[in-house]
């Protein structure tokens, strides 16, 4: 599971900031997703990736950025940060047979 | 797109019971349907998975079913243990090459010693 990292692992913020994600792997797989994670909600894909410079929206792209200029780095980031973006990100990696493996969570409070 | 629908949404048991989870989606070309663990506080972690070509796959205590003409595929435990208390998440893709995961809202499981 070291093969996933995620940093930081907690953050709090203030409304309007800017905040970005980061996640790593050391795995070289080709994708790499994003996901918020609420009660009542479960997981919902945000964005992801099918390779570096390949990226696409998903189920609740809008307030949040991704690039992926590498093939190990995927960050996500919070333009300006909103309550409603309180939440806790999950990155995942996966290859062509559809599996994903997670890394250990982003915990984000935006006050 | 894809809709899962995940029941029941919270279960209790004693320890040494079965548990079953039930899953239904919407979209007849999902062809892969995985199941994933969330201890509190952890990341969820695949435990097991079918694929449409399967009807049933076995790992020890953990089974799932695949009903491709209802469109609905369950999480069976056996021998329930106090450690399998957990939030089980189910999800489903579709079509040739890669898809994205649409995932149910979770169940969580509670095992009694």
């Not at chain 2, 919270?10 to 969330?38: H, M, R």
Request: contains cysteine; glycine residues 8%; proline residues 4%.
């Amino acid at each position: 599971d070291a093969g996933i990292t995620q940093s930081p692992r907690y953050k709090i913020t203030e409304t309007g900031r800017q905040v970005t994600l980061m996640c790593h792997q050391t795995w070289s797989h080709s994708y790499m997703f994003w996901y918020r994670q609420d009660l009542g909600h479960g997981l919902r894909l945000i964005y992801y990736s099918a390779a570096a410079d390949i990226t696409d929206k998903g189920e609740v792209p809008d307030g949040y950025v991704v690039s992926r200029s590498k093939t190990e780095n995927f960050p996500l980031t919070l333009e300006s940060a909103t309550r409603s973006q309180t939440s806790v990100y999950f990155c995942a990696t996966g290859q062509g047979n559809n599996e994903q493996f997670f890394g250990p969570g982003t915990r984000l409070t935006v006050l | 797109g894809e809709n899962v629908e995940q029941h029941p949404s919270t279960l209790s048991v004693q320890e040494g019971d079965s548990a079953v989870i039930k899953c239904t989606y919407s979209d007849s070309a999902s062809n892969y349907f995985p199941w994933y663990k969330q201890e509190l506080g952890k990341r969820p972690q695949l435990i097991i998975d079918i694929r449409s070509n399967v009807g049933e796959k076995k790992d020890q205590r953990i089974a799932v079913t695949l009903n491709k003409t209802a469109k609905h595929f369950s999480l069976h435990i056996t021998e329930t243990q106090p450690e399998d208390s957990a939030v089980y998440f189910c999800a489903a893709s579709k079509g040739s090459g890669y898809s994205t995961l649409t995932f149910g809202k979770g169940t969580m499981l509670l095992v009694s010693p």
